[in-house]
């Protein structure tokens, strides 16, 4: 009993003393918005990160994570982070909303020795030494995987069609780093994939998308495929909807992209009142990006072909891992935390499903 007692009051002390000794670090999270369930999966997977690291008993981590009511609302943004700046934390986790609306409030992170850690679309373009390392998908690469999963579908189509088709790209703004590259970087591997068969690309509408593609384009009376990029005046659901209703009314779409959750909704909702989307060779052929209930739903009705889902519970635990070891000093990098394309035939592999959230 007595050896029972002593190692019972041994093990108290131990964590007693392990506690004492843990350090404490408060992060700030700052990311571009908070109501959609995309941000809320990246919230899960931070709060689980703390709770694992603080559970270890070597370090004790506190976060306060805010965004934006919509990710269109700079603003809103700005005080959120200047008020992250005001508390002083020891590190801030960073997903920018405009690129451009920042650099003073940085430089200003950076007089104060605070690490900044993006993730997401995080904050390309900002004032060296400012930003230490990013946690994100490669957005680029993840339009090309997006492009490619819907190739595959199209393509036969394309080459028995007898005149131009049109291919539509739905993108909730031009300045978001993770929207901007995810669009071009369908766009450029559409035009790549279509140089192979020698059918010439034509890009039009939004002048962001049109000046930024970089591969080689011919005038739209010269074109076997013309992409369209359509961006509306804010990021919402509805006026995404309002552009893909736009497309959906052309008569030789085949098929269509909504390069965020927000797009991609908007395209479903769009599809509600015209009925043209779908997976057989008589309709066109959506693909969107990331997950959320009401593109999982639209997959298994078949009014999706498919979707690029990211990892959002993974982008939330690598952030916290990032902004612990900056805030400690220690070396980072850039951590590509992956996508896939989904449809209904592995929608619910563990591969997928795992990554998926409503």
């Not at 959120?80 to 909303?97: E, K, R």
Request: with cysteine; net charge negative; aromatic share 6%.
């Amino acid at each position: 009993m007595k050896k029972i007692l002593a190692l019972v009051l041994t093990l108290v002390l131990v964590l007693g003393l392990t506690a004492a000794f843990a350090d404490e670090y408060h992060f700030e999270i700052v990311s571009k918005g908070f109501q959609s369930t995309y941000w809320q999966a990246v919230l899960k997977g931070a709060n689980e990160e703390v709770e694992k690291i603080n559970g270890e008993g070597a370090d004790t981590i506190t976060i306060n994570f805010v965004g934006p009511d919509s990710e269109s609302d700079v603003a809103q943004q700005v005080q959120q982070f200047t008020s992250a700046l005001n508390a002083d934390p020891a590190a801030i986790g960073f997903a920018a909303v405009d690129q451009n609306a920042f650099n003073d409030l940085l430089a200003e992170a950076v007089e104060k020795k605070i690490p900044i850690i993006g993730f997401d679309s995080g904050v390309p373009g900002a004032p060296e030494g400012a930003v230490y390392a990013n946690a994100s998908t490669n957005n680029y690469v993840a339009g090309t995987v997006a492009a490619d999963g819907m190739w595959e579908k199209i393509v036969d189509r394309i080459d028995a069609a007898e005149g131009t088709v049109r291919i539509g790209e739905v993108n909730q703004d031009a300045t978001g780093e993770s929207v901007t590259q995810r669009g071009l970087g369908f766009i450029d591997r559409i035009i790549e994939l279509a140089g192979e068969k020698g059918w010439g690309v034509a890009v039009i509408g939004n002048e962001f998308y049109v000046n930024g593609a970089s591969g080689e384009t011919v005038a739209e009376a010269d074109a076997k495929i013309i992409i369209e990029a359509k961006v509306p005046a804010q990021s919402t659901v509805e006026l995404c909807a309002n552009e893909a209703s736009v497309l959906l009314n052309e008569e030789d779409l085949i098929s269509v992209f909504g390069s965020n959750q927000v797009a991609a909704e908007g395209v479903v909702a769009a599809d509600k009142n015209l009925f043209k989307c779908g997976t057989g060779d008589d309709t066109v052929i959506a693909v969107g990006f990331d997950s959320g209930a009401t593109l999982k739903a639209a997959i298994r009705e078949g009014v999706m072909y498919g979707a690029v889902t990211q990892s959002p519970v993974g982008i939330g635990k690598v952030t916290i891992d990032l902004l612990l070891a900056s805030a400690k000093g220690e070396p980072v990098e850039d951590t590509d935390t992956g996508c896939a394309f989904y449809t209904i035939d592995n929608i619910d592999t563990p591969e997928i499903a795992d990554n998926l959230y409503d």
